[in-house]
């Protein structure tokens, strides 16, 4: 998905959107078609190709014309071809059987003729998605940079809505800079993972030493490494749908298939126990629980983990459970960390300041291996190699762990009633679900909602359209659910971070725009 010329991307994608809406074929029809022939077609690929960002390889451009029943080389040049020298395209089978693009807006040639070596990104990128900061994002710089203003409900990042670090983390940052100038130790300072050991220990969580304690730049860190550690090409992990993307996109980067199970929106968008059973194979090494959940906001009872533990004690899986959020909990509920309730099993809990403490900048995130980690040995040398290669985290970041982690949670205050969290979250659920054709599941946690849209009533087919009109018409930016990997064009993810007035003037304009929205 290289961008190149603009106007032959931009050429292609008006051919081939003619095209379709001749043969009366939608993007989910050929994401469908596609697969029936075997071949695996993204959302947000189609969605890239549709909207003239990029042309299709080789062997992809060769199913799209099969389905549309029309010559590759007519979808790729049109009518008009180009002369020669301007645009040339071989279908040889170098590159990996990949066809080569030239233009001369771009590429130099040379005295002799020839066009300049082109570097295209890795094949391995081909199916990762990442649409938190995916092709709709794109568009929404595209108009801030034109000067129109854009309300951001896209990501969880509590700095821009007047979130503010409390003051004790940035005064104990500020004394202990001098000394935060050199690497760490590759796992972490030994202060801000004896603070994360005892914070292990407050959450029962079994056989956890300062060995086992790998501090990171962010979770995000934290989990590639993991992913590229563990997965061989064609190793299965499970995964939650919906899912924060990154898990995927990491998961498949690392050569891993990923096996999605069902969350269920009518039992509070718990994990489906029996779909993640029919979903294990012989090749499943792993599963992955996020817990408090992003992108629902949904929180698992003690109940639903133990079914979870059970199911992975009898297939010996690995759990990798994904708490950034575990401090973000309303409602009086209790966060129950899953590798409390296995420690059998080897388990890898995934946490961090990002969120509790508004510190999303600093970028300091920490995992804690516990349980059984003798059957993990091989995994854990792994998991060092890789630490080592990175060096060390963030330093000043890793500085103020200690301090965080410790007395008065500034964050208890935001998430009782008369807090922001709480007051936001009460009003962004009435408000979404007085709106005609939305309904949405209570969050119990973080702070994200995942409401469902009537796509009949609105005749939505495909959600990232969805997003993209909202965006145009009304300058709210948000996530389509197919971002979080869920399969179906009837969702989308809110942030309800910024206060409440300025939600007040968002649902307004989202109830207004979904008074009249068909898509076409």
């Not at 946490?351 to 508004?358: A, F, R, T």
Request: proline share 5%; aromatic share 8%; with cysteine.
């Amino acid at each position: 998905m290289n961008l190149p010329n603009q106007n032959t991307a931009g050429a292609f994608g008006e051919r081939l959107k003619e095209t379709m809406a001749h043969k009366g074929i939608k993007q989910v029809d050929l994401i469908n078609q596609a697969d029936t022939l075997g071949f695996k077609l993204g959302k947000s690929q189609v969605s890239q190709y549709v909207s003239g960002k990029t042309i299709p390889r080789k062997d992809t451009l060769s199913v799209l014309a099969q389905i549309l029943g029309v010559d590759p080389l007519w979808l790729l040049q049109g009518e008009n071809t180009p002369q020669k020298g301007s645009f040339d395209v071989s279908l040889s089978h170098d590159n990996g059987g990949e066809f080569r693009e030239g233009y001369s807006s771009q590429i130099p040639v040379s005295m002799k003729g020839t066009h300049m070596r082109e570097f295209r990104k890795s094949s391995k990128l081909d199916n990762v998605l990442y649409d938190v900061r995916g092709p709709v994002v794109d568009e929404a710089a595209r108009m801030e940079a034109e000067g129109t203003r854009i309300l951001k409900l896209n990501i969880g990042n509590p700095a821009p809505f007047g979130f503010s670090t409390p003051d004790e983390v940035i005064y104990d940052m500020r004394q202990q800079l001098v000394d935060c100038q050199g690497y760490s130790d590759a796992k972490g300072m030994f202060g801000a993972r004896k603070a994360i050991m005892q914070y292990a220990q407050i959450k029962h969580i079994p056989n956890v030493t300062m060995d086992g304690i790998y501090t990171g730049n962010g979770v995000s860190e934290l989990i590639n490494i993991c992913m590229s550690a563990l997965l061989d090409n064609g190793d299965e992990i499970l995964i939650p749908s919906p899912d924060y993307p990154l898990w995927t996109a990491c998961a498949t980067l690392a050569g891993g298939n990923v096996v999605h199970y069902l969350c269920d929106e009518q039992a509070e968008w718990y994990p489906d126990i029996d779909d993640i059973k029919k979903k294990i194979t012989p090749r499943t090494k792993a599963i992955v629980i996020i817990n408090p959940n992003n992108p629902t906001g949904a929180l698992y009872p003690r109940e639903v983990l133990q079914e979870i533990v059970k199911v992975a004690r009898e297939h010996q899986l690995i759990i990798f459970s994904d708490e950034i959020y575990d401090r973000l909990v309303m409602d009086g509920e209790e966060h129950v960390s899953i590798a409390s309730l296995a420690p059998d099993l080897f388990c890898v809990t995934f946490s961090g300041l990002s969120k509790s403490h508004m510190i999303a900048g600093f970028r300091i995130g920490w995992m804690i291996l516990s349980g059984n980690k003798e059957i993990a040995k091989d995994y854990i040398l792994g998991l060092n190699m890789l630490s080592n290669m990175r060096l060390c985290s963030n330093v000043p970041a890793q500085s103020i762990v200690q301090t965080a982690l410790g007395g008065h949670q500034k964050v208890n205050e935001y998430i009782v009633p008369g807090g922001r969290i709480y007051e936001q979250r009460e009003y962004v659920y009435n408000a979404l679900n007085d709106i005609p054709g939305i309904s949405v599941v209570k969050p119990k946690a973080a702070f994200y909602a995942f409401p469902k849209v009537d796509t009949k009533k609105f005749n939505i087919t495909n959600d990232e359209q969805f997003a993209y009109d909202l965006l145009r018409e009304k300058k709210i930016l948000l996530i389509q659910g197919s971002g979080f990997n869920w399969k179906e064009p009837d969702h989308f993810r809110i942030v309800y971070l910024p206060r409440i007035e300025i939600l007040q003037d968002a649902m307004g304009k989202l109830s207004d725009f979904l008074s009249y929205y068909r898509q076409r």
